[in-house]
């Protein structure tokens, strides 16, 4: 396990355990998101930001850059330590999952095309073709 003075932690020998060079190890102190995590497990959402989009889009076109996001926490209020899983973890449903949800974009041409449909309707008789 990672943690804010290890790369990986070895309970059984604390010492052997490789230390990151700065504590709390390598990241990009910009923000790609944030979210309230909740006090008894379950998910959280981060809100879409330009610059979470743009970490997943560069991940998408560069897989082996994809090291993820550190989550912090306000490390000055006690008491506020929340326990994550990792992807590791034995038990399959306490393993973290990545949703993404998204919208496809109505195209432009179909919603003008609606409109125009509604506006002739509007306006025109209506006619009916009756078989003879």
Known sequence: DAT???RFF???APTTSPAWTTPGGSFDAANSGSAICPNLGGSFTFNSTATLIS???SWLANPSTNFGWVILGDENIQGTAKKIYSRENSTAS???ALTITYLVPEPAGLLLLTLAASI???RSPRWALIPA
């Open 55 to 57: 970490d997943l889009q």
């Open 10 to 12: 070895v309970p059984a």
């Open 120 to 122: 002739l309707t509007l």
């Open 4 to 6: 804010w003075l290890y």
């Open 94 to 96: 306490n393993r973290p």
